[in-house]
């Protein structure tokens, strides 16, 4: 079947402009989770989807990073007034139930470049 | 909180040689951890995990076992080969709450023919 998509598979934006990431998971898991990829930080968690579960923001670095999760399936990531910091791989991650052990699988990512 | 250690790379190998990357973790409680890689171009995918003490997680002839007492999950592969180089990540996850991966700093692995 297929696995995780993400789009756009890369992305280009001046300082300042807002970007929204896209996220289609695997059909019928039901948690869904955003990870950012950068030479500074390694991989970081941002936020984690679960169901109709209110989402867990906790790894969001500002308050310029926001997410939705519709229908409980795809996912946008945006970014409010992008900074050159934010340059990274974005990417998006899906497991059956989010529960403890579960295999995560990850989409290809999306990568950001802010000039 | 938690937080994984593993081995700084890079690590060049000569096809057939023995691997080792370290991997330590810090957590509450009882994660469950993983081994995940990133081949040249693709993404991330598990290789292997193992979800309680004592557990021996493996897959293409890697192997890694949950030592609690140690707090370590080293990954193990007796005989490398030149399509095993790729970057390697040790993470965890906890059994409730989020669930989401903590990950090490990855080391990358060249091996050489």
């Known amino acids: 079947g297929a696995g995780v998509s993400q789009s756009p598979s890369n992305k280009v934006t001046e300082k300042g402009k807002d970007v929204e990431l896209r996220c289609d998971p695997i059909?019928?898991?039901?948690?869904l989770y955003w990870y950012r990829q950068s030479l500074g930080q390694g991989l970081e968690f941002l936020i984690y989807?679960?169901?109709?579960?209110?989402?867990?923001k906790s790894g969001l670095p500002s308050d310029r990073f926001s997410a939705e999760r519709t229908g409980g399936s795809v996912s946008t990531l945006t970014i409010q007034r992008t900074q050159q910091e934010d340059s990274a791989v974005y990417l998006c991650?899906?497991?059956?139930?989010?529960?403890?052990?579960?295999?995560?699988?990850f989409g290809p990512g999306t990568r950001l470049l802010v000039l | 909180g938690n937080s994984v250690t593993q081995m700084e790379g890079p690590v060049t190998l000569s096809e057939e040689a023995f691997l080792t990357i370290n991997c330590t973790y810090t957590?509450?409680?009882?994660?469950?951890l993983f081994w995940y890689v990133q081949y040249p171009g693709e993404g991330l995918q598990l290789l292997l995990k193992a979800t309680k003490a004592d557990d021996k997680g493996s897959n293409k002839g890697f192997e890694a076992t949950y030592r609690k007492e140690t707090t370590s999950f080293h990954l193990e592969k007796g005989s490398v080969q030149v399509s095993d180089s790729a970057v390697y990540f040790c993470a965890l996850s906890q059994q409730t709450g989020a669930n989401n991966l903590f990950f090490g700093t990855g080391t990358r692995l060249t091996v050489i023919p």
């Open positions: 059909s019928g898991h039901t948690a």
């Open positions: 989807f679960q169901g109709n579960s209110a989402p867990d």
């Open positions: 957590a509450t409680g009882y994660p469950s």
């Open positions: 991650a899906s497991s059956l139930i989010g529960q403890g052990g579960e295999t995560q699988y």
